[in-house]
């Protein structure tokens, strides 16, 4: 939920022009990570929860794409970007812990 309020904060100084855009494309992805995460939960089978947090790290590899996009197009600050990407890249290796973990559960 953290990534996807500074997406939004991150977001905001974009130009006008690409609020339909890459604004609303950041936003969007940043908003299934989680979403993702509670629906799967959500499901009570162990099975859908992994499917879900793999829509999950869909969304987030598609966040970090719009990031670098933003980046690579001078849009918002660099280094704010940076400092998402880091936090991408933190929460995918824990989303892949999550699901290694709940398969290992499920394999017992």
Same mark, same amino acid.
Not at 86 to 92: A, L, M, N, T
């Given at each position: 939920?953290?990534?996807?309020?500074?997406? /939004?904060?991150?977001?905001?100084?974009?130009?006008?022009?690409?609020? /339909?855009?890459?604004?609303?494309?950041?936003?969007?992805?940043?908003?299934?990570?989680?979403?993702?995460?509670?629906?799967? /939960?959500?499901?009570?089978?162990?099975?859908? /929860?992994?499917?879900?947090?793999?829509?999950?790290?869909?969304?987030?590899?598609?966040?970090?794409?719009?990031?670098?996009?933003?980046?690579?197009?001078?849009?918002?600050?660099?280094?704010?970007?940076?400092?998402?990407?880091?936090?991408?890249?933190?929460?995918?290796?824990?989303?892949?812990?999550?699901?290694?973990?709940?398969?290992?559960?499920?394999?017992?």
């Amino acid at each position: 939920m953290g990534l996807a309020e500074d997406c /939004y904060r991150f977001s905001t100084g974009f130009p006008r022009e690409e609020l /339909y855009g890459l604004v609303s494309q950041i936003r969007h992805a940043a908003v299934s990570i989680p979403a993702n995460i509670a629906e799967g /939960y959500g499901r009570n089978s162990p099975g859908s /929860y992994v499917s879900f947090l793999h829509n999950a790290q869909g969304s987030l590899k598609e966040l970090e794409t719009h990031l670098i996009l933003s980046q690579r197009l001078k849009f918002g600050s660099f280094e704010a970007a940076a400092q998402l990407l880091v936090r991408c890249e933190s929460i995918g290796r824990m989303l892949v812990g999550l699901v290694r973990g709940i398969r290992s559960v499920e394999d017992r």
